[in-house]
């Protein structure tokens, strides 16, 4: 069975307080990991896919990174409106088949 | 303008009377997929579908039912609701299953 960790479950930053978020995993046969962004009372948003470890991608002030059991997303001088939950999904094995795990709330104080 | 849509958004109903959520998309997307979002647990899969009149259960398919006669539709059924199927569901679709776009969710309650 697949299974996902994030870690931390929450994190308060100040405004330009760089750091990273964990996705830790655990799958037979990774064939893609996603990240994803969610608002109070809206569905995720798309933010990356990796293929392959040692993969990069980023997005303004993020920067996703992919090894062989976990996944990190990098938030370099945050802002208020980086505030959400950011959600890890894998997708192996099964045509089509995602696991997500159950997200890090971030917090950006001005 | 590309979106999924879902209805109902809000949803109050009582054990045993049967109820549909529908979903459609109008971006020509193959996959479609249903999700349940619980404090603690995420978002589990429930269904998800490749095309038309292909589908395959996910994680936590018990007590749901799905179809797909249209591209563009995906309705999810609860045969006989019950409390533990309160939750917030979220339809998503995608050409391929990676980039999934979702929809604005449905909060349901079971009383």
């Known amino acids: 069975e697949d299974q996902v960790t994030q870690s931390p479950e929450a994190l308060r930053l100040q405004e330009g307080e760089s750091s990273s978020l964990n996705c830790s995993y655990t799958?037979?046969?990774?064939?893609?990991l996603f990240w994803y962004r969610q608002d109070p009372g809206k569905g995720p948003e798309f933010l990356f896919t990796l293929y392959s470890a040692g993969e990069e991608k980023e997005k303004e002030r993020l920067k996703a990174t992919l090894t062989k059991k976990e996944s990190f997303l990098h938030i370099t001088a945050p802002k208020p409106e980086d505030s959400a939950t950011y959600l890890c999904?894998?997708?192996?094995?099964?045509?089509?088949?995602?696991?997500f795990g159950t997200g890090t709330k971030l917090q950006v104080i001005p | 303008e590309a979106q999924v849509t879902q209805n109902p958004r809000y949803l109050i109903t009582v054990t045993g009377k049967k109820l549909t959520v529908t979903c459609s998309q109008n971006m020509n997307h193959e996959y479609m997929s249903w999700y349940r979002q619980d404090p603690g647990l995420g978002l589990r899969q429930i269904y998800y579908?490749?095309?038309?009149?292909?589908?395959d259960k996910g994680d936590v398919p018990e007590g749901y039912k799905v179809s797909r006669k249209e591209k563009r539709n995906f309705p999810l059924i609860l045969e006989s609701p019950s409390p533990n199927q309160t939750s917030l569901y979220f339809c998503a679709s995608s050409t391929t299953g990676v980039e999934q776009y979702f929809g604005p969710g449905t909060r349901l309650t079971v009383t």
């Open positions: 999904a894998v997708y192996s094995g099964g045509y089509q088949k995602v696991t």
């Open positions: 799958v037979s046969g990774l064939r893609g």
């Open positions: 579908s490749m095309n038309v009149e292909v589908t």
